[in-house]
């Protein structure tokens, strides 16, 4: 029985591939609008909050004007952790160490595996939680204030606590009661959220369309900046009607993130076309993009606590480094000389102290630069489409992308990210575990979630939790697992 249960799941998962291609197909590429990039700002509720966040501190140069987090928390908040990102950064069980994340923040900064902190003195921030909201509780929000106070004068942020509103995003006019927790998180609070966060993040605004929109949607193609990477195949895109060939920077772009279990998939176009976004972004020239994760992503959730990547809140997350280059395309066409992502990106020729990353070629690019975990490795531009990493462990697990450079070293749009490991080295390269994925939980080095595990350190997908399922996990450092054989 456990055989047929594993033959029928395979049969489903090949035929949701096969229509996620199809949709992927039938989507077109997501144009470049020229719209103005000192313009772009981000939002998001619960998992989207968190990630947006993510962006807005790791891509403080792109996201210039700030964030709304809706029933988020803290950079990098579950270090790491799906016990954190259940525990502090959800029911506030136990203290979240804002100072702890603080200091990651400006370290990270210093290395160049995120943007510069000085980037955010300028930008906003609102906040939003639901007094009745026990699903992301109050406690974390309240840190998250406390987090921003590091970064951005208190004068930009504006933090909304005194509504009963359940987990949800909050509209003046359409979804469940205000108080509730229930699929598809949108209540009807008598609350605009969409409009108080784009006011506060852009200043004041033309009264919104409640009638007809002039604009239109567009379901485009999300694969060639995601590769996956619990990510679906297409997107959603908002463009008024003054936007749509190209604006010459008069049009601003916002980000907007769903949470978990909100993808299209799950509620087909209500965080998409009923959140409030769109009758603002008519009348003010704001260009919305719609990024979607896929079912195959953990709960739909965006990674904000790194079932995806160990770099998920760096720029060379997969999913960050992905809706980055998105607004670098809609931002792009307005006769700048930015240049797209490179794609392609992989690993090769692995040896137990080095890899070699190659891509691509970017058009009108003379050289690229190449980062390994968010810092740049090159000591030069690179000028062919190949780098080979040296100095690395052995038996380990790294993230490199690649950007382009123009003949003014003008630095382009971030590749996704491509992971190899490097071999073991003469020691033997690490110790082997093989047990079902039930006794790798029990035993420390797996840890399950919405039925599936997950292996510590890497993150790696295991598959089913349950004892028929059999995988032989390798430990290449303290606590970090990868899938492999010793």
Known sequence: MPAMNWNWKRLAMAAAMAVAAQGAAAAVPLPALGANPAEVSVSGLSAGGFMAVQLHVAYSATFKRGAGVVAGGPYYCAEGSVLNATGRCMTHASSIPVSTLVSTTNSWAASGAIDPVSNLTGSKVYLFSGTSDNTVKQPVMDDLKTYYQSFVPAANTVYKNNLGAGHAMVTDDYGGACATTASPYINNCGFDLAGEILKHLYGPLNARNNGTLGGSFTEFNQGEFSGGSGMAATGWLYTPAACAAGSGNSCRVHVVLHGCKQNYTDVSDQYVKKTGYNRWADTNNIVLVYPQTSTA??????????????????????????????????????????????????????????????????????????????????????????????????????????????????????????????????????????????????????????????????????????????????????????????
Request: aromatic share 12%; proline share 3%.
């Open 297 to 486: 992503a953990t709960n739909s959730c965006w990674d904000w606590w790194g079932y995806g990547s160990v770099n998920y809140a760096k720029k060379s997350g997969p999913q960050m480094a992905a809706v980055k280059a998105m607004v670098d395309r809609v931002t792009g066409g307005g006769g700048g000389s930015a240049l797209p992502a490179p794609t392609g990106v992989g690993t090769s020729g692995a040896t137990s102290t080095s890899m070699v990353i190659g891509w691509t070629a970017v058009a009108g690019a003379s050289g690229y630069n190449v980062y390994r975990g968010g810092s740049k490795v090159n000591a030069s531009p690179v000028t062919g489409t190949s780098y080979t990493d040296t100095g690395l462990a052995p038996s380990t697990s790294y993230s490199w992308t690649v950007t382009g450079l123009t003949a003014a070293n003008a630095e382009g749009a971030m590749s996704t990210a491509a992971t190899g490991t490097t071999t073991g080295g003469s020691g033997g390269g690490g110790t082997c575990f093989t047990a079902s994925n039930y006794a790798h939980t029990v035993a420390g080095r797996a840890y399950a979630l919405w039925g599936l595990t997950y292996a510590y350190g890497s993150g790696q997908s295991m598959g089913l939790w349950n004892i028929y399922v059999t995988t032989t996990l390798k430990q290449t450092g303290p606590n970090y697992y990868v899938i492999g054989s010793c």
